[in-house]
T-cell receptor
Framework: ETGVTQTPRHLVMGMTNKKSLKCEQH?????MYWYKQSAKKPLELMFV???????ENNSVPSRFSPECPNSSHLFLHLHTLQPEDSALYLC????????????FGPGTRLTVT | AQTVTQSQPEMSVQEAETVTLSCTYD???????LFWYKQPPSRQMILVIR??????QNATENRFSVNFQKAAKSFSLKISDSQLGDAAMYFC??????????FGTGTSLTVIP
């Protein structure tokens, strides 16, 4: 396992619920990412944070709301989701100014009913 | 925008044999990084190998090696002496100089005993 943890690992929620996904990295990295992984599609980069500042929002619907209180923690707040939002949500971290790879968490398997 | 294409959704290889996974990308940048990630079933995505675009020498990590053709924008992964534990989804990824990551759709590798 890597130094990136995600909770919960599985989540089932109704379309009217509000829930949050949590990511924590223990690697001392300064960049964190949220990805959506759907079957037969490339990983979709959702949000990027560098030094706690959001630097990318790739046209993500407002029903997804990220929060980065510090460089080790990243949240994804969910509300009024749609069934097509069901996917594996991956968190990753990296050293933003180094050409190194991202370290991924195990993901949260989200099912929207 | 950069795109990463993996044209082989599924591949299979006999145990102990060699297999090559294909990846092409589109970019106008000259400075970038390329990665192959492995995602075993229900497990975290981990880095297999990386290549800096400015390096002409192909990267090698034990049984894994790449064939990097910068002019052709091709970055294939060769797995030698395939083992059962190599069975996984393999993702090709591109990292721009601006720290943006782009992933392909993945290749599912089956290793036949």
């Amino acid at each position: 396992e890597t130094g990136v943890t995600q909770t919960p690992r599985h989540l089932v929620m109704g379309m009217t619920n509000k829930k949050s996904l949590k990511c924590e990295q223990h690697l001392g990295h300064n960049a964190m990412y949220w990805y959506k992984q759907s079957a037969k599609k490339p990983l979709e980069l959702m949000f990027v944070y560098n030094f706690k500042e959001q630097t990318e929002n790739n046209s993500v619907p407002s029903r997804f709301s990220p929060e980065c209180p510090n460089s080790s923690h990243l949240f994804l707040h969910l509300h009024t989701l749609q069934p097509e939002d069901s996917a594996l949500y991956l968190c990753a971290s990296s050293q933003g100014d180094d050409p190194y790879e991202q370290y991924f968490g195990p993901g949260t398997r989200l099912t929207v009913t | 925008a950069q795109t990463v294409t993996q044209s082989q959704p599924e591949m299979s290889v006999q145990e102990a044999e060699t297999v090559t996974l294909s990846c092409t990308y589109d970019t106008s940048e000259s400075d970038y990084y390329l990665f192959w990630y492995k995602q075993p079933p229900s497990r975290q995505m981990i880095l297999v190998i990386r290549q800096e675009a400015y390096k002409q020498q192909n990267a090698t990590e034990n049984r894994f090696s790449v064939n990097f053709q910068k002019a052709a924008k091709s970055f294939s992964l060769k797995i030698s002496d395939s083992q059962l534990g190599d069975a996984a989804m393999y993702f090709c990824a591109y990292r721009s100089a601006g720290n943006q990551f782009y992933f392909g759709t993945g290749t599912s590798l089956t290793v036949i005993p």
